[in-house]
């Protein structure tokens, strides 16, 4: 190892480029990322080596059996060309139809959190008003007492009211603080979102499924077999406390809210905009499940295949 120190006739910014490449070069020492040799580029997937949720998938979109025709040893080139042109339509638009849901997740994210940073604000705003008005009044009223208590020529009664009445003026303070804690609400938004087709609510044509993703939320899961992917969020939601239990007194009216219908009944707390939020969240990462599953669909109908 070199040592800096002994080398005197070294100019200043020498002497620093080394010292910061001993430093980088210890730095690079206790690094945990792990290396791995090449592997083949986009290597060619068979049904065989599918996951059984791509396979499942394949069944959905009803490409399973151009997929194991293009395989077969009798299929001329010609045969080829027109089914891999097949599928490869059927797996792109299938891919632009799932990108499609999580853009509109996404964007209706976006939007609930800027209403939710507005509420938040609002209350944090409230709550320090109420603060400075508590220590104010509480802080006058108790002054006020103590000197009352200080004269001869005036009963004690004066100065016991007003420290009296400072404790009342604190404790409503405080209990309405608690109040406002939960912060302020707002009316349903009226507009349909992505969970409101999987609910049986009103929808418009940003937020209905396409079929490709509907089959695909509707498919089940390997983990779970007797259940379908919508059927697993649901429960996850449920057991989130973002949806009521099923036959709960406000269940229907929790799904309304979260599916964007508006309602006059009740209106929407800081918390319901997380729960319909993080619900929203949930599709988003679902439809990007399915793209996953796509890219390796489409590994099947490499170039090769033609050859």
Known sequence: MISIGNCKHWSPALTFCIALGSIQNVFAAESNLVERPKQELFAVKTLTTLTPSTRELADQLEITGLLKEIREPGCTAERKAILREKILETILESYFDAASVQAEAEREQAKLE???????AKRDKNIEYNNATNFITSGTLNTIGSVLGFSNRLPPFPGNLNQMLSGVVSTGLSMYALRQNVGSKTRGQGNSNVLSELFGRPTNEQTAYPESVWRFFHGTSP????????????????????????????????????????????????????????????ISAMASLMTHHLRDLLRMIDSDVLE
């Open 223 to 282: 983990d779970f077999p007797n259940k379908t992917r919508a059927q697993m969020l649901e429960d996850r939601w449920i057991g989130r406390d973002e949806l009521e239990e099923h036959g709960s007194k406000h269940e229907q009216m929790k799904i309304d809210l979260m599916c964007g219908v508006a309602t006059k009944k009740k209106t929407m707390t800081i918390d319901d905009l997380n729960d319909q939020i993080n619900m929203i969240s949930d």
């Open 114 to 120: 800027a209403v939710r940073q507005t509420l938040i």
